[in-house]
């Protein structure tokens, strides 16, 4: 039935809201108490939530809480490494449960009970963990959330792959680890099911559920599947247009060719790209303690876009974004164009205030050594910055090794801002003189300062000489030699010339400092030093403590061949080289990897869950042979993204229904092994598009800069109160984001955290996001364009078909008839109670609650 709790509860509160406006400009109570139907909201959303509470409370634990307990816990408290201080282990689910000898470490629901939040709010100087150092106050609020929400933990066993007692940072022994051996070369094994599959890819699936003894869901209606690949694809539903073109296509490659079309649009890259925007950590500003504004960031960001769009391959495609500046090149065009695309390295977070130079440095190339780990390796190699990596075949050795790269590529400049030089992300001009305009550029707000004290001068002396004072006019010439016109000076020039002369003077130095010149085109460009060096192991992480100097290279796990760096240069061509390279470099972990991306965004959940952490810490592959082969796939292909997606998208796997069945849900409930597709929510940014979209206000138009309007300190108050902007009618991969202050929609329904990598979005449901939904202008604004479509296009047609029109508009769904009929009569009784209001556009108001309730249904926002 349409409408359904939740949905009642938005029709409900939308209408009482809407009439109780009326009423109170007519001094008269409202019928019903708004207040109660937001309750009932909430509620509804807490039931919608506790029913995804186990997917969503494994996302979370994989994103936020297995990496911190690895990194902060596990050296003490370990079934692996055979350390359990205070009987205590914290790398399973029971370990914590039973406890150590001070009893359960957690109390699932009751943090201020749990004796591990206890300790990591170090109050109690008897309990105090970790012991040399108090967790920072972001990760003690994601134990606390994570209590919170009930401790939700996946392992049910220690982790595999070590002997206790031995060294986990071995890099000979860690070869043993699946992540780092050969691609299988099985053959496609033989399934029972001969009809089901459709694919190599379905083979691999149907074997894994033939085992469970479970089966296959039915295809999803075509409908439904048509909606799922435009949303997964290009980020957009279809419009009734493309539906019904779809649909009305009954050829045996009717899906085939709509694949093939959405590869090809231009959505596909603002979609795709945006994915690759999350691990690339892209945000329009640098956060942390100064959050000044990145103004060219957008260049890199839109040459991610053209790049997917493009197919550029994926071998290329780092290789640019790690040592573009350094690549050869036939053009101008081309040099910037790879330029940008080493913006990459830029992009990161700083400390810019009160940390030393040297550390700064080496926060700088932490920073990008740990994104490049887990973007492209899925390996934490951050971890073993301080020590050997308590987990993974990562020695500190290695870290530094591959540090000294880094350490050797300059990302920051001085710059002037704000009256003084500072350390800024690094700029370069672009085009045939950009170095020249880019000079120009900050030489003279480098010598701004002196220029309007030579102003300020210039009219001093102006005025002596205006009032005749000699005497003062020619000692102060003398201090101030440069604020005089050369024939101001001259004593022998009548009076009025040598006025003539200073004013004309001033005129300049007015015009100058009015109006600068303009920015250059210009890009975040990294470059090598001036004298590439090796790195010296850093003694427990500080800076300033050298131990043994280490010469660049790469991770010995994969490889022991020696590495060869030119003279002069830093090692990133050659890191960059390495990465894909499959006969002595890290070329087979990374095509898993990025298999394993590609597969999550499609599917819904990795082959590997833990999509960044592909170590120890992290979970084995569901399915290792169907990893191994898209793995296989992606090279084979020339490291064609676009070719693995096609390859997924028109798998039966794929195009499953997402159904619920009882018995195979009892028997796989987190639906691991795929018998059936999984339900996913928009991501943020497709619920705005979609709306926009069904209000017909969307403008696909590629953009620029979005936030151009914006000061240098981007989350400064007063003239930028308008920094969190969405009010542009663009796509949302073009909206600005702040670091540390995201627009309201992205940061309630769950949006990547622009301060690190992001493989995997949180997915999250909790009340807030239904009152967004109810209360946003924008939503609002979506929902009366929409009514407004609907009813200027379907003048004089039967309401019947306007709700069919909207619902194609919105759901691209027919309404059943008993929701038809349901919609009917709610118009009606709601259009009745306006009919004594003086309201001219009741049509619109009451058309728009029926639009705002269909954008908050999870008919909407979920991608079935």
């Not at 009932?40 to 494994?58: E, Q």
């Not at 699946?178 to 299988?184: K, V």
């Not at 999803?220 to 909606?227: E, F, N, S």
């Not at 695309?341 to 990008?368: H, I, S, T």
């Amino acid at each position: 039935m349409f409408l359904a709790l939740r949905e009642q509860a938005v029709f409900l509160l939308y209408r009482q809201a809407f009439l109780g406006t009326i009423h109170a400009m007519k001094k008269v109570r409202p019928p019903i108490l708004v207040t109660w139907l937001i309750c009932l909201l909430t509620a509804v959303f807490t039931m919608d939530s506790a029913r995804s509470a186990t997917a969503d409370g494994v996302e979370y634990f994989e994103k936020h809480i297995r990496p911190l307990l690895a990194k902060h816990c596990y050296s003490c408290h370990s079934s692996r490494t055979g350390k359990r201080e205070g009987g205590l282990v914290l790398d399973t689910r029971a370990g914590w449960t039973v406890g150590g000898d001070s009893g359960p470490a957690i109390m699932p629901e009751n943090v201020d009970a749990s004796l591990l939040i206890q300790a990591v709010r170090y109050k109690d100087p008897a309990r105090q963990m970790p012991p040399d150092r108090a967790l920072p106050q972001k990760a003690i609020a994601l134990l606390e959330h994570w209590v919170q929400m009930g401790a939700p933990d996946p392992r049910d066993k220690p982790m595999e792959d070590i002997t206790p007692n031995t060294d986990p940072s071995d890099p000979i022994a860690g070869r043993e680890h699946w992540a780092f051996q050969l691609l299988s070369q099985e053959t496609l094994p033989a399934v029972k099911t001969i009809d089901s599959p459709k694919s190599a890819i379905d083979t691999f699936i149907l074997l894994q559920l033939e085992k469970a003894n479970l089966q296959p869901a039915a295809d999803a209606d075509r409908r439904t599947l048509v909606r799922r690949a435009y949303l997964q694809l290009t980020g957009l539903p279809p419009t009734p247009q493309q539906l019904t073109a779809f649909l009305e296509d009954d050829g045996p490659d009717a899906f085939e060719k709509l694949v093939d079309q959405l590869l090809d649009s231009p959505r596909f890259g603002e979609r795709w790209g945006r994915h690759w925007l999350d691990l690339a950590r892209y945000a329009d500003s640098n956060g942390l303690d100064e959050n000044f504004l990145f103004r060219e960031a957008w260049r890199y960001r839109n040459w991610v876009i053209d790049a997917v769009n493009a197919d550029v391959p994926f071998d290329r495609f780092l290789l640019e974004q790690i040592a573009g500046d350094l690549l050869p090149h036939d053009s101008i065009e081309q040099r910037d164009r790879q330029r940008i695309a080493a913006g990459f390295l830029v992009m990161g977070p700083k400390v810019l205030l009160g940390n030393d130079p040297k550390e700064r440095r080496m926060d700088v190339a932490d920073e990008q050594l740990d994104t490049i780990g887990r973007a492209v390796l899925g390996q934490t190699l951050g971890c073993a910055r301080c020590h050997n990596h308590k987990f993974d075949p990562v020695p500190t050795a290695d870290y530094y090794a591959l540090a000294g790269i880094f350490t050797s590529t300059q990302v920051m400049q001085r710059r002037y801002m704000l009256g003084q030089q500072r350390g800024m992300e690094r700029l370069v001009g672009l085009g045939a003189d950009g170095d020249k305009s880019n000079d120009a550029y900050e030489k003279y707000w480098r010598e701004r300062p002196k220029l309007t004290e030579k102003q300020k001068h210039a009219k001093s002396a102006l005025e002596l000489l205006e009032k005749g004072d000699t005497a003062a006019f020619d000692e102060f010439v003398a201090k101030h030699k440069d604020a005089v016109a050369e024939a101001a000076a001259d004593t022998k020039q009548p009076t009025e010339q040598r006025v003539a002369a200073q004013k004309t003077l001033v005129a300049e130095l007015d015009a100058a400092v009015a109006k600068p010149p303009a920015i250059p085109p210009r890009a975040m460009i990294p470059s090598d030093e001036d004298k590439p060096a090796d790195e010296s192991i850093r003694l427990a992480g500080q800076f300033n403590r050298l131990g043994k100097q280490v010469p660049r290279g790469f991770l010995s796990v994969v490889s022991d061949a020696a590495v060869e760096i030119p003279e002069g240069q830093s090692g990133r061509l050659e890191l960059a080289r390495w990465l894909t390279d499959l006969d002595t470099g890290a070329g087979r972990l990374t095509a898993r990897v990025l298999a394993n991306r590609v597969w999550h965004h499609l599917i819904g959940r990795g082959i590997v869950r833990t999509v960044d952490n592909f170590g120890r810490t992290g979970e084995a592959p569901s399915h290792p042979e169907l990893l191994d082969h898209l793995a296989a796939a992606v090279i084979d292909s020339g490291w064609s993204m676009k070719s693995l997606v096609r390859k997924i998208v028109l798998t039966r796997t794929f195009a499953m229904s997402s159904l619920h069945d009882e018995a195979s849900h009892a028997v796989d409930p987190e639906n691991r092994l795929l018998w059936r597709a999984h339900r996913r929510r928009l991501t943020p940014e497709a619920l705005r598009d979609s709306m926009l979209l069904a209000a017909g206000t969307l403008d696909v138009t590629p953009l620029d800069s979005t936030v151009s309007y914006l000061g240098d300190q981007a989350t400064a108050v007063g003239e930028n109160k308008n920094r969190r902007r969405t009010d542009f009618p663009c796509r949302s991969v073009y909206l600005p984001v702040i670091r540390n202050d995201l627009p309201e929609l992205f940061d309630v329904f769950d949006f990547a955290d622009p301060h690190a990598a992001t493989g995997m979005r949180p997915q999250t449901m909790v009340a807030t996001q239904g009152l967004f939904m109810l209360n946003d202008a924008q939503v609002m604004n979506a929902a009366q364009a929409t009514a407004r479509r609907v009813l200027d296009n379907e003048s004089g047609v039967a309401p019947t078909a306007k709700i069919d029109r909207l619902f194609e508009l919105v759901l691209n769904e027919i309404p059943t008839t008993e929701e038809r009929d349901e919609l009917l009569r709610f118009i009606s009784e709601t259009r009745k109670s306006l009919n004594d209001d003086d309201n001219a556009d009741a049509d619109t108001q009451v058309w728009s609650m029926v639009c705002h309730a269909l954008f908050a249904s999870s008919r909407f926002q979920i991608v079935e």
